[in-house]
Structures are given as structure tokens and as C-alpha cells.
């Protein structure tokens, strides 16, 4: 949704700003994302045992 709204933003406001944090964002999710998968592969078993959000 934020996303969503930013790009929204950008279009209405004619302000690449908004656009050019969601860029920033989803370059650093990415970067994660692959960094995690990068992890799962070389056989790290916290990668692949999933992860404890009770707490």
C-alpha cells in the first residue's frame, strides 16, 4: 500500500522524489532477499528452519 501511494504521489505531484524512495527501498529488499537465499544455499540451517515470530 505504501508503495502504491507513493507511485501515485510521483504521478500526481509530478515529483520524482517518492518514486525514487520506493527504487531505494526495493533495491534494499532485494538485496536481503538474496542475501537470505544466498545464506539457504550454502546450507544454513537457520535459513531453511524458518524463522520464530512468536518472539
Excluded at 4 to 22: C, G, R, S, W, Y
Aim: proline share 4%; no cysteine.
Amino acid at each position: 500500500m505504501f508503495f502504491n501511494q507513493q507511485l501515485i504521489d510521483t504521478n500526481i505531484k509530478k515529483d520524482p522524489e517518492p518514486a525514487q524512495n520506493v527504487r531505494k527501498l526495493f533495491a534494499e529488499l532485494r538485496d536481503v532477499w538474496a542475501e537470505i537465499i544466498k545464506k539457504g544455499i550454502q546450507g544454513d540451517s537457520r535459513a531453511s528452519g524458518g524463522v520464530n515470530i512468536a518472539g
